[in-house]
């Protein structure tokens, strides 16, 4: 079993960063592929970005275009998103979740373990 929390998540201006985090506690967190999805008000839950288990690549959603970055640091159990140049559209609920040994993909049904979310609100 893996437990994992998120946090970083806040109020921020269009255009702003910040740096979400997710640590994890449980399993080796070095075999676990982690990914970033997001949910609006109303709206289904979305792939944002993920990383390899060994870390070796990254896929991202369209919509991020080269303004956010996943990363993973197997000694602090922690993987990050780093979200550059937040517009209004980014708002929504953000999770992490992890996949034994996995690529990192789009397919949320491949993710066995999942945060309970942070909060990311961007508005001027």
């Known amino acids: 079993q893996v437990h994992l929390v998120e946090s970083g998540g806040g109020l921020v201006q269009p255009g702003g960063s910040l740096r979400l985090s997710c640590t994890a506690s449980g399993r080796a967190f070095s075999d676990y592929a982690t990914a970033w999805f997001r949910q609006a008000p109303g709206l289904d839950r979305e792939f944002v970005g993920g990383i390899h288990w060994m870390g070796s690549s990254t896929n991202y959603a369209d919509f991020v275009k080269g303004r956010f970055t996943v990363s993973k640091d197997n000694a602090k159990s922690t993987a990050y998103l780093q979200m550059n140049n937040l517009t209004p559209a980014d708002t929504g609920v953000y999770y992490c979740?992890?996949?034994?040994?996995?690529?990192?993909?789009?397919?949320?049904?491949?993710?066995?373990?999942w945060g309970r979310g942070t909060q990311v609100t961007v508005s001027s």
């Open positions: 979740a992890v996949d034994y040994r996995g690529a990192g993909t789009r397919s949320s049904g491949q993710y066995e373990h």
